[in-house]
Nanobody, 113 residues
Framework: VQLQASGGGWVQAGGSLRLSCAASGAIFGMGWYRQAPGKQREMVAMIIGGGGTNYGDSVKGRFTISRDSGKNTVYLQMNSLKPEDTAVYYC???????????WGQGTLVTVSS
């Protein structure tokens, strides 16, 4: 399975961006991680086969993950962006039971103050 991410860019604090990630095959769970300079990669948001979602504490209430199952595509709507959201965002996908895990190329999100 290959993942194709898009939608990163530059935005001022308080603005919004939407990321998309399309998988080339069926996937159980998809989501986003991010890594800021000098920091560890952290989970941003995940959505699994039953529609359940999970968010990192720092983005709860501001980011929303959704999925178009028919297109094997996941979206991350990011609102009220803060400078600390600046990072490379990586699309992630996994099969049921974590047997297979996949990573997409990173997309840079820059939030200026």
């Amino acid at each position: 399975v290959q993942l194709q991410a898009s939608g990163g860019g530059w935005v001022q604090a308080g603005g919004s961006l939407r990321l998309s990630c399309a998988a080339s095959g069926a996937i159980f769970g998809m989501g986003w991680y991010r890594q800021a300079p000098g920091k560890q990669r952290e989970m941003v948001a995940m959505i699994i086969g039953g529609g359940g979602t999970n968010y990192g504490d720092s983005v709860k209430g501001r980011f929303t993950i959704s999925r178009d199952s028919g297109k094997n595509t996941v979206y991350l709507q990011m609102n009220s962006l803060k400078p600390e959201d600046t990072a490379v965002y990586y699309c992630y996908a996994r099969s049921l039971g974590f047997r297979y895990e996949y990573w997409g190329q990173g997309t840079l999100v820059t939030v200026s103050s």
